[in-house]
């Protein structure tokens, strides 16, 4: 069935940015399309939280902890949602997980999730 790749995680300061990419994998491409995209993230312990959202037009949801300070956005011609985050804060720290949906509604993809820590 395939899964999408999480990339872009890493350790960086309260206040700093990073961009998270979602990417569909070969066999996700030849599936068919991708609809919406969601971004979730899960801290240690605690259950998973969604983050934000874009839909197959581009249409986006934040979670209230975010708004104003993440940005989603997709380059279908690069097959990748991409995760713009800024003003971090230490409450941002946890794994990051991209989940894509078939645009026909049958696939359900997951990735293995990236690494981000917020130091104060």
């Known amino acids: 069935q395939g899964q999408v790749m999480e990339s872009g995680g890493g350790v960086v300061q309260a206040g700093g940015s990073l961009r998270l990419a979602c990417s569909a994998s070969?066999?996700?491409?030849?599936?068919?399309?991708?609809?919406?995209v969601y971004w979730y993230r899960r801290v240690p312990g605690k259950q998973r939280e969604w983050v934000a959202s874009?839909?197959?037009?581009?249409?986006?949801k934040y979670a209230a902890s975010v708004k104003g300070r993440f940005t989603v956005s997709r380059a279908n011609a690069e097959n990748t949602v991409y995760l713009q985050m800024d003003r971090l804060q230490p409450a941002d720290t946890a794994v990051y997980y991209c989940?894509?949906?078939?645009?026909?509604?049958?696939?359900?993809?997951w990735g293995q999730g990236t690494h981000v820590t917020v130091s104060s």
């Open positions: 070969e066999s996700m491409i030849s599936n068919g399309p991708i609809g919406a």
């Open positions: 989940n894509a949906k078939s645009y026909s509604g049958i696939y359900d993809y």
């Open positions: 874009i839909s197959a037009g581009s249409d986006t």
